[in-house]
């Protein structure tokens, strides 16, 4: 059972910061590709940023104010969210990959995750 456990969403006004985080275990984070997704009210899922891809792959509209980290000592990945806009507005996901791109690294397509986190809610006002 792959389990991902994510925590840290909630309110905030425009400008301001969150970090999210997801717990998983040790074989998932060490063996599993990994990465952070959103759905905003009305639309589909998309990308956010995902580890294992060299360099670190994120959307367009959050380079520079979103940063993916990582904790192996905690199995813990986590999403750093800066200077939030409303349009940051969503759920957030966490989700996992058993799936390595031939000669090594991540896909960055939400088809290829098939192990997905409760979400959590990231809500941005102004």
């Known amino acids: 059972l792959v389990q991902l456990v994510e925590s840290g969403g909630g309110s905030v006004q425009t400008g301001g910061s969150l970090r999210l985080s997801c717990a998983t275990s040790?074989?998932?984070?060490?063996?599993?590709?990994m990465g952070w997704f959103r759905q905003a009210p009305g639309k589909e899922r998309d990308g956010v940023a995902i580890?294992?891809?060299?360099?670190?792959n994120y959307a367009d509209a959050v380079k520079g104010r979103f940063t993916i980290t990582s904790d192996g000592a905690q199995n813990t990945l986590y999403l750093q969210m800066n200077n939030l806009k409303l349009e940051d507005t969503a759920v957030y996901y966490c989700?996992?990959?058993?799936?390595?791109?031939?000669?090594?690294?991540?896909?960055?397509?939400?088809?290829?995750?098939?192990?997905w986190g409760q979400g959590t809610q990231v809500t941005v006002s102004s």
């Open positions: 040790e074989y998932i984070y060490r063996n599993y590709c």
């Open positions: 989700a996992a990959s058993a799936v390595i791109r031939s000669g090594g690294g991540c896909y960055t397509e939400e088809g290829w995750y098939n192990h």
């Open positions: 580890v294992g891809v060299d360099p670190k």
